[in-house]
C-alpha cells in the first residue's frame, strides 16, 4: 500500500506516531519505524479522532464467550453462538467478546500458535464478519506472549526470522526478585536453540513465551494483526495481560513507562482507522495501578473495574456493603470519552489483587473458605523468597451465590445473583456479561478434572439440545436468570441516567444498604438505586432520599409510585429499586 505522507492528516498521525517512539525508543531511529507502523496499519483513509468523543450509551452491553461455549452438532461453534446470541441476546446486547478464536496450544485460547487465523474447530473469518454485522466484536490482542508452539517461537530455536530476536531472554543468574509475578511457577524457562541453551522469560506458563518489545519489529508485527483485525470487523480490542509486556531487570516489570507509552501508541493507530474503535486494557492489578491505564483521556478507552467482582461478592455473603461503598466513594469519574467496564463474571476467576488494600486478609480468608465451600478453588501467584498470596478464586458466579458467609445454603440464590447484576447494571460504565451467568451455569467440577486447571470451572461448553430444555423451563435457574437479566437490561437500556458517564454519588444508609444516585447528562433524569444486599428485608424512609417534592417519582422495577415522600419502603431480601423522575416519551 501507497502511502501519502504528504496528507495533512497523514503529516499529523506520523508526527504522533514519533513522539511516542521517541519515548519508548529513545535511540532508534524514530523516522523510519513510523514509516513502517503506519505502512503496518494499511489505512484505508486517515479519519481524524476526537480525543474526548463518546460512541457509547446506555444502550451498550456485552456479553463475554468463548467462541465454542454454545455447540451444536450441525453446524460449527461461531455459527451455534450467533444463533443462540441472534435467538435469545439481540435488542439486549449490543457486542460480543469472542475470547482468542485463534488456533492454540494451551490456556484455552491464550497460548496463540497464529494470530492470523481463525481456529478451523470454530469457523473462519467469514463467521466473524457475519456476527460482526449484528453485533460489535470485541476480540484480545494476546500482546505479552504466545505459544511456544507457535512459528515465530520455532524460528527463534532455529535462528531464523522473523522469531529469532522476538522473545524476551534473561539469565538464572540476574537477581529477579523485584518482578511481579501472578504465577507460581518459573519465571525462566530453559530452551535449547541452535544457539546453545537459552531461558526465556514466561510470565504465566512456560507455552507462553514474553514478547521482547525492546525490538521494534515486535510492536510492528502487532500493528499488522491490529490492521488484520479491523478488516475483519473487529472494532473494540482488550489488550490482554497488558501490564506486564516492557521489561527491564531491577524492576517489577509491570505497569512501566514504556508499557503506558505503547498503549498511547495502539490507541493512535485504531482511532486513525476508525474513530469509533475501542481499546480497553486488562490489567488484574490493585486498584490505583489499574486507574492509571486511563492516562490522561488518552490511553484506554475503557478499563476494566477489577475491584468490583470481589468487594460485590464480600458485600452480598456479608450483607454489608461498608467496604463496596467505601471502594466506590474513591473511584474517580470517568472523563468523557473514557467509561470502566464493569463485570461481576468472566472467563477467568475472581481476581484478589485488587482488593488487597480494601479487605483485610481475615476478610479474604473468610470469602475464600466460604468459596470453597461451595464447590470453589484457589489459585496462588508467587511471592519473594518462595512465598506465595492468593490470586483468585475459581468458581462458577451462580454457585458462589449460594449461600452466606455463614457457608450455608439459602433460598436466596437466585435473588441473590439478580442483585448483584442490577447493582452492575446500574453503576456508572458499560457492563459486561459472562455467557454463563445469563445462562446460571454451575460449576463444572468434571471439566476441572478433566482439564487438571482450576479455571475451567467456569468454562463449561453447552450444547444447544440441552439450553433449549432450560429455556423453555420456567422453573429451572436458566429460565429465572436469563429473563431476570434480560428485563433489567431493558430497562436499564431506556434511561438516559444509566449513560455510562452519567454522574454518580454515593449515598449513605444502614450497612445492608448499597444505594448510589445517577444523573443523566442533560440532567432531565434521576435514578436513585437503592439495593438490599441482605437476607433480611431492610426499611428506609424516602425522606432521608431527600427527593423533590415537585417531581413525581417512581419505582421502574415494580412500577411502584410514591406520592407520599414521608412514607417507609421495605425492601425484601436483595431487592433492588429503581427510584425515578423520569417519564418516558411515548414514540
Known amino acids: 500500500m501507497t502511502i501519502n505522507l504528504k496528507h495533512p492528516g497523514m503529516i499529523a498521525l506520523q508526527s504522533r506516531v514519533i513522539t511516542h517512539l521517541q519515548l519508548i525508543y529513545p535511540e532508534a531511529d524514530h523516522q523510519a519505524i513510523a514509516g513502517q507502523i503506519i505502512d503496518a496499519l494499511q489505512l484505508p483513509e486517515c479519519l481524524t479522532p476526537n480525543q474526548f468523543n463518546s460512541s457509547w450509551d446506555q444502550n451498550d452491553v456485552i456479553v463475554i464467550s468463548y467462541a465454542d461455549s454454545i455447540n451444536n452438532d450441525h453446524h460449527q461453534p461461531l455459527d451455534s453462538l450467533h444463533s443462540f446470541l441472534n435467538d435469545n441476546l439481540k435488542g439486549y446486547v449490543t457486542a460480543v467478546h469472542i475470547l482468542p478464536f485463534f488456533p492454540y496450544s494451551s490456556d484455552d485460547g491464550f497460548a496463540v500458535i497464529d494470530y492470523s487465523t481463525v481456529n478451523p474447530a470454530h469457523g473462519n473469518w467469514e463467521h466473524i464478519k457475519a456476527i460482526a454485522e449484528d453485533f460489535k466484536i470485541m476480540a484480545d490482542l494476546v500482546i505479552n506472549h504466545c505459544s511456544a508452539r507457535s512459528h515465530w517461537f520455532e524460528n527463534y530455536k532455529s535462528g531464523r526470522q522473523p522469531g529469532l530476536d522476538y522473545f524476551y531472554e534473561s539469565s538464572p543468574d540476574q537477581d529477579l526478585s523485584a518482578v511481579v509475578r501472578p504465577r507460581t511457577s518459573p519465571l525462566l524457562y530453559d530452551v535449547e536453540t541452535s544457539r546453545g541453551t537459552r531461558h526465556v522469560w514466561c510470565t504465566f506458563s512456560h507455552d507462553q513465551v514474553d514478547?521482547?518489545?525492546?525490538?521494534?519489529?515486535?510492536?510492528?508485527e502487532f500493528v499488522r494483526i491490529v490492521s488484520?483485525?479491523?478488516?475483519?470487523?473487529?472494532?473494540i480490542f482488550r489488550l490482554d495481560a497488558v501490564a506486564f509486556i516492557w521489561k527491564e531487570i531491577g524492576t517489577s516489570c509491570i505497569n512501566l513507562l514504556q508499557t503506558h507509552e505503547i498503549v498511547r501508541l495502539l490507541r493512535t493507530l485504531i482511532e486513525h482507522y476508525d474513530p469509533n474503535a475501542v481499546l480497553i486494557t486488562e490489567t488484574n492489578i490493585p486498584n490505583r495501578e489499574n486507574l492509571s491505564y486511563f492516562g490522561n483521556s488518552n490511553e484506554a478507552h475503557g478499563i476494566y473495574n477489577f475491584a468490583l467482582p470481589p468487594l460485590l461478592l464480600h458485600t452480598l455473603l456479608t450483607g454489608d456493603c461498608s467496604h463496596l461503598k467505601t471502594w466506590m466513594m474513591s473511584m474517580p469519574p470517568?472523563?468523557?470519552?473514557?467509561?470502566?467496564?464493569?463485570?461481576?463474571?468472566?472467563?477467568?476467576?475472581?481476581?484478589?489483587?485488587?482488593?488487597?488494600?480494601?479487605?483485610?486478609?481475615?476478610?479474604?480468608?473468610?470469602?475464600?473458605?466460604?468459596?470453597?465451600?461451595?464447590?470453589?478453588?484457589?489459585?496462588?501467584?508467587?511471592?519473594?523468597?518462595?512465598?506465595?498470596?492468593?490470586?483468585e478464586i475459581n468458581i462458577s458466579l451462580f454457585d458462589a451465590m449460594q449461600g452466606t458467609i455463614s457457608g450455608e445454603q439459602d433460598q436466596w440464590q437466585v435473588q441473590r445473583f439478580l442483585c448483584a447484576h442490577a447493582i452492575m447494571?446500574?453503576?456508572?460504565?458499560?457492563?459486561?456479561?459472562?455467557?454463563?451467568?445469563?445462562?446460571?451455569?454451575?460449576?463444572?467440577?468434571?471439566?476441572?478434572?478433566?482439564?487438571?486447571?482450576?479455571?475451567?470451572?467456569?468454562?463449561?461448553?453447552?450444547?444447544?439440545?440441552?439450553?433449549?430444555?432450560?429455556?423453555?423451563?420456567?422453573?429451572?435457574?436458566?429460565?429465572?436468570?436469563?429473563?431476570?437479566?434480560?428485563?433489567?437490561?431493558?430497562?436499564?437500556?431506556?434511561?438516559?441516567?444509566?449513560?455510562?458517564?452519567?454522574?454518580?454519588?454515593?449515598?449513605?444508609?444502614?450497612?445492608?444498604?448499597?444505594?448510589?444516585?445517577?444523573q443523566s447528562i442533560q440532567r432531565e433524569q434521576s435514578i436513585f438505586a437503592l439495593n438490599n444486599v441482605s437476607d433480611i428485608r431492610q426499611t428506609i424512609s424516602l425522606a432521608d432520599i431527600n427527593l423533590i417534592e415537585i417531581n413525581q417519582w417512581h419505582d421502574l422495577l415494580s412500577g411502584e409510585r410514591y406520592n407520599d415522600l414521608q412514607q417507609h419502603i421495605t425492601l425484601q431480601p436483595y431487592q433492588t429499586v429503581w427510584i425515578t423522575n423520569y417519564i418516558e416519551q411515548q414514540s
Not at 359 to 377: A, C, D, N, P, R
Not at 430 to 447: E, G, K, V, W
Not at 471 to 492: C, D, E, F, Y
Open 211 to 220: 514478547f521482547n518489545f525492546n525490538n521494534p519489529q515486535v510492536l510492528i
Open 425 to 518: 447494571l446500574a453503576l456508572e460504565g458499560i457492563p459486561a456479561i459472562y455467557l454463563h451467568s445469563f445462562l446460571a451455569t454451575p460449576n463444572d467440577h468434571d471439566r476441572v478434572r478433566h482439564t487438571g486447571h482450576n479455571r475451567a470451572i467456569n468454562r463449561s461448553k453447552l450444547y444447544t439440545d440441552q439450553l433449549i430444555q432450560l429455556l423453555v423451563n420456567a422453573q429451572s435457574n436458566t429460565h429465572q436468570v436469563l429473563n431476570g437479566i434480560k428485563r433489567l437490561i431493558a430497562i436499564r437500556k431506556r434511561q438516559p441516567a444509566f449513560h455510562p458517564n452519567a454522574t454518580q454519588f454515593t449515598m449513605h444508609f444502614q450497612p445492608q444498604i448499597f444505594a448510589f444516585w445517577r
Open 334 to 391: 470517568a472523563q468523557m470519552g473514557t467509561f470502566f467496564l464493569n463485570f461481576i463474571a468472566s472467563h477467568d476467576g475472581i481476581g484478589l489483587r485488587p482488593v488487597e488494600a480494601i479487605l483485610s486478609e481475615k476478610e479474604v480468608e473468610t470469602l475464600i473458605e466460604t468459596m470453597q465451600s461451595f464447590g470453589g478453588h484457589v489459585s496462588w501467584r508467587a511471592l519473594k523468597q518462595g512465598q506465595k498470596r492468593p490470586y
Open 228 to 235: 488484520l483485525y479491523l478488516q475483519q470487523g473487529i472494532s
